[in-house]
């Protein structure tokens, strides 16, 4: 017998945590769940606010085309049958996103699938580079000036923070453009949004399991160490191991969400700024993802601002290169000597971007 509380002490109650822990708990493993913020469901987490359902860290859309994942969702909570579909915004006008024959047509009056390539060629013709030295070069290359102007270049600068001749052109490998007039913004077989919201979902996850938010796992990861013979981390590495090698790179991004008196205000979910002159990425109405909400006579709205990342702040996007990507392996090196029993997972301790339907599928093949 050894003289733990606890078989698993999961740090983060994110979509990674709360699926480890509903694991833990139906294999009869005793779990304790520690989250740094004052709720639980780290950044799928919404809020009831006036009525409206409120995504408090970003529009977050669930789509996967995964069976399994989806089934496994169901347990927790009914979808709505929300459709994404997503406008971009720029001078005054509007064109369908992703790019497909609406956007070509709103563009450059395209009418049938093989104007696009006529288009791209003509584009081409003028501009075009065998072997680009950066992102700029080579989404022109995929797609001509005019597309990238319009829709890929202010937005992926405010992205990223510089200008996209600074971006090295491995970023993207390509640029997709549907031919036909379909505009929804994922085609994946299964979407939608949890009809009593994400918080709840994560809720159901963590029934029956002890949970503690308010507490930071780093300020006394010696103390709960001591407490568990397993942890599971989804928090960042660098933190963790108080940025002994320099800190990892990440992009911010801040949320500025207000009430606004009319019923409607932009008539759909998220439409996109890909101005670099407009300093926000996207506009978010909440109401549009649940129609019994669209009925209420006010609305709440959210801009997304990316920001610079201190060490502090909450980080939202990995920053993957090269640079990055070493860091991180020897951040991962050294931990795993110092601390044998700490299993990293999720979008932070793993550094990678995850969709939500990826993130469940790696906690459900965590080996517990
Ligand atoms: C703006 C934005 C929009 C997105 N939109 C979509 C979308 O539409 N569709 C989609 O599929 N995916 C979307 N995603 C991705 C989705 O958010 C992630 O897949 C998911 O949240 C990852 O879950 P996680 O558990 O790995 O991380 P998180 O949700 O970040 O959870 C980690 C938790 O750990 C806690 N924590 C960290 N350090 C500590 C510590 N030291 N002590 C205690 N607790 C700690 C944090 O507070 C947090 O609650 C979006 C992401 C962003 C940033």
Known sequence: MDSFDYDIIIVGSGLYGAVTAYR??????????????????GNVRDKMIDGINVHLYGAHIFHTDNEHVWSFVQHFSD?????????????????????????????????RPHDISDIITAERRNEFYSCP????????????????????????EKQWGCAATELPAEIIERLPVRTT???????????????NGYHAMIRRMLDGVEFITGVDFCKERYYWLGRARRIIYTG???ELMDYCFGSLDYRGLEFRTERVEVSDYQGMAVINETSSVVPYTRTIEHKHFNLMQERLPYTIITREYPSVWHPGCDAYYPVNNLRNNRLYAKYRDAASCIFPNIIFGGRLGEYRYYDMDDVILAALSLEL
């Open 24 to 41: 833990a708990r139906q294999k009869g493993l005793k779990c304790l769940v520690l989250e740094r913020r004052d709720d639980i469901g």
């Open 181 to 195: 007039f379909d505009s929804r913004y994922f085609s994946d077989r299964f979407q939608g949004i949890p009809v």
């Open 236 to 238: 960042m590495i660098d």
């Open 133 to 156: 030295k950066n992102l700029e070069q080579k989404a022109v290359s995929l797609i001509g000036r005019t597309v990238y102007e319009l829709l890929v270049k202010g937005y992926t």
């Open 79 to 111: 979808f709505n049958n929300y459709i994404h579909t997503v406008l971009a915004h720029i001078d005054g006008r509007y064109y369908h996103m992703p790019v497909n024959l609406m956007t070509f047509h709103e563009i450059f009056g395209a009418k």
